[in-house]
């Protein structure tokens, strides 16, 4: 089934805007960015740059989320009112969690090739050498596998309260990104999913302390636990869902 609803989707993506709004976001950002700071590396640190980019990027996710979601959804109703998702009722959870599966992938691909190609202009480019490759490849692949449950309650909630629902989830999930980086998040983040992206530049900040990169290392646990385990509960959502 995994091999099916991923060419399937594939064969969509090459027909949608989604495949240019992909293309997009992976070039353009981090062209962008590494030209602007890499011209200016006389004035900025190594750990603004970085740091900069993944705020971006933390701050950017829930929209970009939430639109591509609505996208699907709304690329799904047109084709026959979910259709796709209904015709095997047994397998309906499934169906809709591999779909969802498939543009996390996207994602995360996404993700990794954009922090590659920050590094390599910033690097080669501009001889920013003080960059550590390991520490951004690995930066990026836990930003993705954070990024993983929101693509899962952004989904639930599409399903529950249609296109609307999940835009104004992007909308306050956007917020929360923003305040996870103030104090007010300091106690609840690892329970908040928006936050956790942020919180990885706790490891990138020069003025944080071992002490608290520690505590945030511990913390991180949470996350990993509600990563694994709250999609179980949510794909039971997706089988009880009627159009």
């Known amino acids: 089934m995994l091999k099916n609803v991923f060419r399937s ?49 933390a701050i950017s996710s829930p ?73 951004i490849f690995l930066t990026s692949f836990i930003f993705a596998v954070f990024g993983f449950l929101q693509y899962e309650i952004t989904q639930w909630l599409v399903l529950k309260f249609n296109v609307g629902g999940a835009m104004i989830l992007g909308f306050f999930g956007l917020v929360f990104a923003c305040l996870s980086i103030t104090n007010l998040f300091d106690f609840i983040w690892p329970v908040v999913p928006w936050a956790w992206q942020m919180r990885l530049m706790s490891f990138w900040l020069a003025g944080v302390t071992s002490q608290v990169q520690s505590w945030t290392a511990m913390a991180m646990a949470v996350p990993i636990i509600l990563t694994l385990g709250l999609p179980f509960l949510i794909i039971k959502s997706f089988n009880n869902w009627q159009n």
């Open 63 to 135: 929209i970009v989320i939430s639109i591509v979601i609505s996208l699907v959804f709304d690329r799904e109703e047109k084709a026959g009112h979910c259709k796709n998702w209904l015709t095997i009722p047994g397998a309906r959870g499934k169906i809709i969690q591999l779909q969802l599966f498939y543009y996390w992938v996207l994602y995360f691909i996404e993700i990794i090739g954009m922090s590659l190609l920050y590094f390599l202009i910033l690097r080669f480019a501009f001889r920013v050498n003080d960059l550590s490759f390991i520490k």
């Open 9 to 57: 989707e594939t064969i969509k993506l090459k027909r949608s805007f989604l495949l240019y709004f992909h293309l997009v976001a992976l070039i353009i950002f981090p062209v962008l960015l590494g030209l602007y700071y890499g011209s200016r590396k006389s004035a900025v640190t190594t750990t603004t740059m970085v740091t900069i980019f993944y705020e971006l990027l």
